[in-house]
């Protein structure tokens, strides 16, 4: 018998912004009806983040405000995580969780809010909010989601996907979000995963690997995800049939 | 003046044609005088006004119904709340002259709204239900809302009525800094077991420390102080005590009063506090509250209820809190039923989706008595996959995104189960369509022949 596939969900009392429980939810449950054993390690922002102990890692989206709190929260091991991530510890971080992620995030005034330091990324604050729904092309195919941000993103790294609609990064170079090592940046919500059941299974099996579970995720009946899929590109996206063969 | 007989031609045209007007005829009246607003306003003596995120529309109906025991006044009744449905609701009342019939407003206005048009209006008392997270495309983030209310707040003298059970609230209160009522519910209300639900606003505004509670009502509504700064819930001048005829409130040192309400649920106890706190500082005596309450109508999709066959419950459903508080509601009904959701993403339901995997759907899929789901609307298959990750077996689920089709197909299958109730939950676009499918289902079954004694 396996040992639980331990995933740490960060400060779930700071960071409750755009339906993170969707997504620890979905790598749950996916796990769930294959049978395997997961632990859900909720990380208050009170308690000492283990970067080691985790196989894998949720930092989702907050306010301004409570963003702020979970940099500094972060900061106090900023060693830790980049030893963990150099090592390949998954890493899903959305929205407010993806600017942490960089060097600083840079307010209207100019302040700037210091981030993890973990890639070469940088966000500013900028105007107006891009908001809507996006679908992007990526290793696992067509992502699908709503993106909410103010924030422009601009890094050195692979990006997660290419847009082909929607605003993406910055609005600007086309590219949305990031892939460094085993460590995946997005603003896509809506919530990421239920909807793109090839991307949580891509982050479940490198969880797996990096966990020294052995074993491969055996496919699930996702007929109600790709209903759900189809319909989204169809009334939302409307997508060319063409691009939806592009799978 | 021109600005006033056009609107007042669309009016009179829409109604002519049968449609509702509850937007549009202000909508052109705007285009063609955009200081419409300033010109009506100030022919207002008083301007009364409720806003906050969710249960605007109840409370200033029963507010409504206890004034109009008094005079006649102005109100955007069907919750019309951003500036052309406020001025929609002055052209009703204003001859063809520009003259207006009325000297008082009841409006109920949109969060983002307030600062907009809080110049334009004598504006007097100004009530806050609470401030729950709503539609975060249109606003941003729940900071904004709040900066939004305080700001359209700081442009009046009004006296602000708050909820002094949401730390939120009660932080708009303490930023004002002018005249504040707060109203609240009785402490013995307070639950201690807590659900894993959205809970906004759970560190203090004042200094951004984590707060306390000693219980909650629901959402962030509950009993809470902040250890750092000493932030606390302030004692309500208002202390409902809720029972399931309705609620009973203490004011003061005044006696006790009762008050009948035929809406279910603890949000709607809230909504009547709110109204009769508001209508004592209006100056209203609770004879006139009492009496106004009783006419009170809900509001469509407020647990509406229809006389299908089975009966249907109708619910609007529009952000995480104020979904959680109508499944909860549901669940407490311990006969069979069947639930059917829709879920529209127009921009007026709000384009992002997501908060449906913040509401607590798993009330619903643990609930033994709950036995079927359609889903349907624009995104019915993202409500079926939200069913399916709460763990709703998936042979329980079907999307139907035509409305009609899954009401008709959530009566079969309800029949077929021996259901004694469908509960059907719609976001904003869809609720009126929905009301009216169901309007035609009840009548085409109450002559049916099996339920109707002979009159040959």
Same mark, same amino acid.
């Given at each position: 018998?396996?040992?639980?596939?331990?995933?740490?969900?960060?400060?779930?009392?700071?960071?409750?912004?755009?339906?993170?429980?969707?997504?620890?939810?979905?790598?749950?449950?996916?796990?769930?009806?294959?049978?395997?054993?997961?632990?859900? $390690?909720? =990380?208050?922002?009170?308690?000492?983040?283990?970067?080691?102990?985790?196989?894998?890692?949720?930092?989702?989206?907050?306010?301004?405000?409570?963003?702020?709190? =979970?940099?500094?929260?972060?900061?106090?091991? =900023?060693?830790?995580?980049?030893?963990?991530?150099?090592?390949?510890?998954?890493?899903?971080? =959305?929205?407010?969780?993806?600017?942490?992620? +960089?060097?600083?995030?840079?307010?209207?005034?100019?302040?700037?809010?210091?981030?993890?330091?973990?890639?070469?990324?940088?966000?500013?604050?900028?105007?107006?909010?891009?908001?809507?729904?996006?679908?992007?092309?990526?290793?696992? +195919? $067509?992502?699908?989601?709503?993106?909410?941000?103010?924030?422009?993103?601009?890094?050195?790294?692979?990006?997660? +996907?290419?847009?082909?609609?929607?605003?993406?990064?910055?609005?600007?170079?086309?590219?949305?979000?990031?892939?460094?090592?085993?460590?995946? %940046?997005?603003? $896509?919500?809506?919530?990421?995963?239920?909807?793109?059941?090839?991307?949580?299974?891509? $982050?479940?099996?490198?969880?797996?690997?990096?966990? %020294?579970?052995? +074993?491969?995720?055996?496919?699930?009946?996702?007929?109600?995800?790709?209903?759900?899929?189809?319909?989204?590109?169809?009334?939302?996206?409307?997508?060319?049939?063409?691009?939806?063969?592009?799978? | 003046?021109?600005?006033?007989?056009?609107?007042?031609?669309?009016?009179?045209?829409?109604?002519?044609?049968?449609?509702?007007?509850?937007?549009?005829?202000?909508?052109?009246?705007?285009?063609?005088?955009?200081?419409?607003?300033?010109?009506?306003?100030?022919?207002?003596?008083?301007?009364?006004?409720?806003?906050?995120?969710?249960?605007?529309?109840?409370?200033?109906?029963?507010?409504? @119904?206890?004034?109009?025991?008094?005079?006649?006044?102005?109100?955007?009744?069907?919750?019309?709340?951003?500036?052309?449905?406020?001025?929609?609701?002055?052209?009703?009342?204003?001859?063809?002259?520009?003259?207006?019939?009325?000297?008082?407003?009841?409006?109920?206005?949109?969060?983002?709204?307030?600062?907009?048009?809080?110049?334009?209006?004598?504006?007097? &008392?100004?009530? *806050?239900?609470?401030?729950?997270?709503?539609?975060?495309?249109?606003?941003?983030?729940?900071?904004?809302?709040?900066?939004?209310?305080? #700001?359209?707040?700081?442009?009046?003298?009004?006296?602000?009525?708050?909820?002094?059970?949401?730390?939120? /609230?009660?932080?708009?209160?303490?930023?004002?800094?002018?005249?504040?009522?707060?109203?609240?519910?009785?402490?013995?209300?307070?639950?201690?077991?807590?659900?894993?639900?959205?809970?906004?606003?759970?560190?203090?505004?004042?200094?951004?420390?984590?707060?306390?509670?000693?219980?909650?009502?629901?959402?962030?509504?509950?009993?809470?102080?902040?250890?750092?700064?000493?932030?606390?819930?302030?004692?309500?001048?208002? *202390?409902?005590?809720?029972?399931?005829?309705?609620?009973?409130?203490?004011?003061?040192?005044?006696?006790?009063?009762?008050?009948?309400?035929? /809406?279910?649920?603890?949000?709607?106890?809230?909504?009547?506090?709110?109204?009769?706190?508001?209508?004592?500082? *209006?100056?209203?005596?609770?004879? !006139?509250?009492?009496?106004?309450?009783?006419?009170?109508?809900?509001?469509?999709?407020?647990?509406?209820?229809?006389?299908?066959?089975?009966?249907? &419950?109708?619910?609007?459903?529009?952000?995480?809190?104020?979904?959680? !508080?109508?499944?909860?509601?549901?669940?407490?009904?311990?006969?069979?039923?069947?639930?059917?959701?829709?879920?529209?993403?127009?921009?007026? #339901?709000?384009?992002?989706?997501?908060?449906?995997?913040?509401?607590?759907?798993?009330?619903?899929?643990?609930?033994?008595?709950?036995?079927?789901?359609?889903?349907?609307?624009?995104?019915?298959? #993202?409500?079926?996959?939200?069913?399916?990750? /709460?763990?709703?077996?998936?042979?329980?689920?079907?999307?139907?995104?035509?409305?009609?089709?899954?009401?008709?197909?959530?009566?079969?299958?309800?029949?077929?189960?021996?259901?004694?109730?469908?509960?059907?939950? !719609?976001?904003?676009?869809?609720?009126?369509?929905? @009301?009216?499918?169901?309007?035609?289902?009840?009548?085409?079954?109450?002559?049916?022949? /099996?339920?109707?004694?002979?009159? !040959?």
């Amino acid at each position: 018998m396996n040992r639980p596939l331990r995933i740490a969900h960060l400060y779930p009392d700071l960071l409750n912004l755009y339906a993170d429980k969707g997504n620890i939810l979905t790598l749950q449950q996916r796990m769930a009806w294959r049978g395997y054993a997961v632990e859900i $390690i909720r =990380v208050q922002h009170t308690d000492d983040a283990k970067p080691g102990e985790y196989d894998l890692v949720l930092l989702g989206g907050g306010s301004d405000r409570e963003q702020e709190l =979970v940099g500094r929260t972060l900061r106090r091991n =900023v060693a830790e995580w980049k030893a963990a991530v150099e090592d390949g510890l998954p890493l899903l971080a =959305v929205c407010g969780g993806y600017q942490l992620l +960089g060097e600083y995030y840079q307010l209207p005034n100019g302040t700037k809010i210091p981030g993890l330091e973990l890639l070469d990324l940088r966000t500013e604050a900028g105007s107006p909010r891009l908001i809507g729904n996006i679908a992007i092309q990526s290793e696992v +195919g $067509i992502i699908l989601g709503f993106e909410n941000h103010g924030g422009r993103t601009r890094h050195r790294h692979a990006p997660l +996907g290419t847009v082909i609609s929607g605003h993406g990064n910055n609005g600007e170079d086309g590219q949305e979000g990031v892939r460094y090592k085993n460590v995946i %940046g997005t603003y $896509i919500h809506g919530p990421l995963l239920p909807k793109n059941p090839a991307l949580a299974d891509m $982050i479940l099996q490198l969880a797996m690997d990096y966990a %020294g579970i052995s +074993g491969t995720l055996r496919p699930l009946d996702d007929r109600m995800e790709q209903a759900a899929r189809q319909a989204f590109m169809e009334r939302r996206m409307e997508l060319a049939p063409a691009v939806l063969q592009h799978k | 003046m021109f600005g006033i007989w056009v609107g007042k031609w669309v009016l009179w045209i829409l109604n002519i044609l049968g449609k509702r007007a509850t937007s549009l005829p202000g909508k052109v009246a705007l285009r063609i005088s955009p200081r419409l607003l300033e010109k009506l306003g100030a022919k207002l003596e008083r301007c009364i006004v409720v806003t906050g995120t969710n249960g605007k529309t109840t409370t200033a109906r029963l507010l409504a @119904a206890a004034m109009a025991e008094e005079d006649a006044i102005v109100h955007n009744r069907e919750g019309a709340n951003l500036p052309q449905g406020l001025a929609t609701a002055l052209l009703k009342h204003c001859t063809w002259t520009g003259r207006l019939r009325c000297r008082t407003a009841l409006f109920e206005i949109d969060e983002a709204t307030l600062p907009l048009v809080a110049h334009a209006l004598p504006i007097k &008392v100004v009530v *806050v239900t609470n401030v729950f997270r709503d539609q975060l495309d249109r606003y941003g983030e729940l900071d904004t809302t709040l900066e939004k209310l305080l #700001d359209g707040l700081r442009r009046t003298d009004a006296v602000a009525v708050l909820n002094a059970d949401d730390p939120l /609230a009660r932080h708009i209160g303490l930023a004002y800094g002018k005249q504040v009522v707060y109203f609240g519910m009785s402490k013995d209300q307070l639950q201690h077991e807590v659900r894993d639900q959205m809970r906004d606003g759970a560190f203090c505004l004042e200094c951004g420390h984590e707060l306390v509670y000693h219980g909650f009502f629901y959402g962030q509504l509950g009993d809470y102080h902040c250890p750092q700064c000493g932030m606390f819930r302030p004692h309500p001048d208002f *202390v409902g005590h809720p029972h399931p005829q309705g609620l009973t409130v203490s004011e003061g040192s005044l006696p006790e009063v009762t008050i009948a309400l035929a /809406a279910r649920g603890l949000f709607n106890r809230y909504n009547a506090l709110a109204a009769l706190a508001a209508a004592r500082v *209006v100056g209203l005596d609770i004879a !006139s509250v009492q009496a106004g309450f009783r006419r009170y109508e809900p509001p469509l999709g407020r647990m509406q209820a229809f006389e299908t066959s089975p009966p249907t &419950v109708l619910n609007l459903i529009k952000n995480p809190t104020g979904c959680d !508080s109508v499944l909860q509601t549901i669940r407490a009904d311990g006969d069979t039923k069947v639930v059917c959701i829709a879920i529209n993403d127009n921009a007026a #339901d709000g384009k992002d989706v997501s908060w449906l995997w913040d509401a607590d759907f798993e009330l619903l899929t643990e609930d033994p008595k709950t036995v079927r789901y359609v889903t349907t609307g624009l995104r019915a298959e #993202d409500m079926a996959l939200r069913l399916k990750y /709460a763990g709703c077996p998936t042979d329980a689920v079907v999307s139907i995104p035509d409305l009609a089709t899954a009401l008709d197909e959530a009566l079969l299958q309800a029949d077929a189960c021996e259901a004694k109730t469908v509960y059907v939950l !719609s976001t904003y676009t869809a609720l009126y369509p929905i @009301a009216d499918r169901l309007q035609r289902r009840a009548h085409s079954h109450e002559p049916s022949p /099996a339920y109707r004694p002979s009159v !040959s």
